[in-house]
C-alpha cells in the first residue's frame, strides 16, 4: 500500500483524534528510523520517551520472542513469573513498597486516584495548572486544560487546581484532602520542572493533613532525567509513583508503585485489569530495566543532556533551553512548522508541545556522534 492508500483508509475508516505527519514509517533500530521509501530518520522523539532503550533494543526483541513462544496471557488468577519479578524490582528501585500493574499511563492515575480516595476516604485531589496526566475520566479530570476537558463535561468531580506554587499547594490541602498527584517535570506541557520547594511543600502540607503525595513519573521516571526516577534529585519522597511509557520497552504497561504507608490499601476485588502484567509484556519490562538501571548509562543521560542543551543554546533563534537529563525542551518561534520541517527536509523527528517549544526525548541509548547529528541538522534549519 501507498502513503496515499493509507491516508484514504485513515479518512475513511479512522476516528481522526491524530494529526499524523505524511510519512509512514517501517523499521527501527537504536536512534534510527526509516519510513516505506527507504529514507532514514535520527529519532529524537522516542514515540515520545517510550523506546528508551532504542527502538528494537536486541535484549528486549528476544526476551518477547522467547516468551511470545512460551506464554503470552494468564489472567490475574494466576501467578506468573516476569510480572512478580518485575514487581519486585520496581519496588526496589524505588518507594520499597507494592505495585500494581495497568496498561498505560492513564490507568496508573486512574489507579493513583482510586488509591488516594480509599486510603483517605476525603475525596478532593489536588493538581496545579500545567499537568498532564492522561485521558481516561479520572486522569483527565486531573488534567487542567479547558481545550482537553471542555468538550467532554461533567469530569470526576472533586479535584482541585492551583497554581504550582508552595503558598497555593499549602492552601489547598486540608481536612478534605485524599491526596496531592504531581509531575516532578511538567512534559506534555513544554518540560517545565516545579521547583524543589514547592514539592518540598507538597510533602510538608500532606504529612501535615494525612493526605497522600504521589509523584506521576510517567515521563520523567525509567532513566530519562539521569537517575530512574526524576524524585531521587529533588530530596522529596512520595507516597506512591505512577509510571508507564518507557516501562515495556516499546510494549504497553504502566504501573502503581507505593511505599510502605499506601501498599495495603487496595484489597482483592477493588481495582482490576484482564491484559495488566501479562507474562508478555512482564517480560519485555524486565529486558528493558536491565538496559536501563546500569549505572553507566544514567551518568551519560546526564553528560549527553548538557551537551544537547549546551548545543542548543549557541543556536540562532533558541530561546529558554531547558530539562533535565535527556527530557529537554526550547522556544522558538514557529515551533510546529520548525518541527515539520525538521522532519520532512532534515529527517529529525522532534515533537512541539505548543506553538512556540519543541520538545526533544531522544533514546537515552545515544552517542555523542547522536547529540551533535541533530544539533547539526537544526542549525541547517534555523
Ligand atoms: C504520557 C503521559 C501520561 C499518559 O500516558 P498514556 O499512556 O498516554 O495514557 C500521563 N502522565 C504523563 C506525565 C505523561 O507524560
Redesign the pocket.
Known amino acids: 500500500m501507498t502513503l496515499t492508500d493509507l491516508q484514504a483508509l485513515e479518512a475513511d475508516h479512522v476516528i481522526a483524534s491524530y494529526a499524523r505527519y505524511p510519512v509512514e514509517l517501517v523499521r527501527g533500530e537504536g536512534l534510527r528510523l526509516w519510513d516505506a521509501e527507504g529514507n532514514e530518520y535520527l529519532d529524537f522523539l522516542s514515540g515520545?520517551?517510550v523506546v528508551n532503550v532504542g527502538h528494537c533494543h536486541p535484549a528486549v526483541v528476544a526476551a518477547v520472542r522467547e516468551q511470545a513462544g512460551r506464554l503470552m496471557h494468564v489472567t490475574n488468577l494466576f501467578y506468573n513469573e516476569p510480572a512478580m519479578r518485575l514487581a519486585g524490582r520496581l519496588a526496589r528501585s524505588s518507594l520499597g513498597g507494592k505495585v500494581f500493574f495497568c496498561?498505560?499511563?492513564?490507568?496508573?492515575?486512574e489507579a493513583a486516584i482510586k488509591l488516594m480516595r480509599k486510603a483517605r476516604p476525603r475525596g478532593e485531589i489536588v493538581v496545579v495548572h500545567g499537568?498532564?496526566?492522561?485521558?481516561?475520566y479520572g486522569?483527565l479530570s486531573a488534567?487542567p486544560s479547558e481545550a482537553k476537558q471542555a468538550p467532554f463535561a461533567p469530569l470526576v468531580p472533586g479535584f482541585v487546581v492551583v497554581e504550582p506554587t508552595a503558598a497555593a499547594i499549602e492552601a489547598a490541602v486540608g481536612d478534605r484532602t485524599a491526596g496531592v498527584l504531581l509531575?516532578p517535570i511538567?512534559?506534555?506541557s513544554g518540560v517545565h520542572q516545579l521547583p524543589v520547594e514547592v514539592l518540598a511543600a507538597a510533602r510538608a502540607a500532606c504529612d501535615r493533613s494525612g493526605a497522600a503525595l504521589i509523584f506521576?513519573?510517567?515521563?520523567?521516571g525509567l532513566g530519562r532525567t539521569g537517575t530512574m526516577w526524576a524524585y531521587e534529585q529533588t530530596g522529596v519522597v512520595p507516597d506512591a509513583l505512577?509510571s508507564?511509557?518507557a516501562l515495556g520497552g516499546g510494549l504497553?504497561i504502566?504501573a502503581l508503585v507505593t511505599g510502605p504507608r499506601l501498599a495495603d490499601v487496595f484489597t482483592p476485588g477493588d481495582h482490576g485489569s484482564t491484559f495488566a502484567g501479562g507474562p508478555l509484556i512482564a517480560a519485555a519490562a524486565n529486558a528493558s530495566l536491565d538496559v536501563l538501571e546500569d549505572p553507566a548509562l544514567l551518568v551519560r543521560v546526564g553528560e549527553l543532556g548538557e551537551r544537547l542543551r549546551d548545543g542548543l543554546r549557541a543556536l540562532p533563534g533558541v530561546r529558554n533551553v531547558r530539562g533535565v537529563g535527556l527530557m529537554i525542551a526550547f522556544d522558538v518561534d514557529g515551533a510546529p512548522a520548525l518541527v515539520r520541517r525538521a522532519l520532512l527536509e532534515q529527517r529529525l523527528v522532534l515533537n512541539a508541545t505548543g506553538p512556540e517549544t519543541v520538545r526533544m526525548l531522544p533514546a537515552l541509548i545515544l552517542g555523542e556522534a547522536e547529540v551533535d547529528d541533530a544539533l547539526a541538522r537544526l542549525a541547517a534549519l534555523l
Request: charged content about 25%; glycine content about 12%.
Open positions: 515520545i520517551s496498561n498505560s499511563g492513564a490507568e496508573a492515575n499537568a498532564f496526566h492522561g485521558r481516561t486522569a488534567t509531575e511538567q512534559g506534555e506521576d513519573e510517567i515521563q520523567t505512577t508507564a511509557k504497553p504502566g
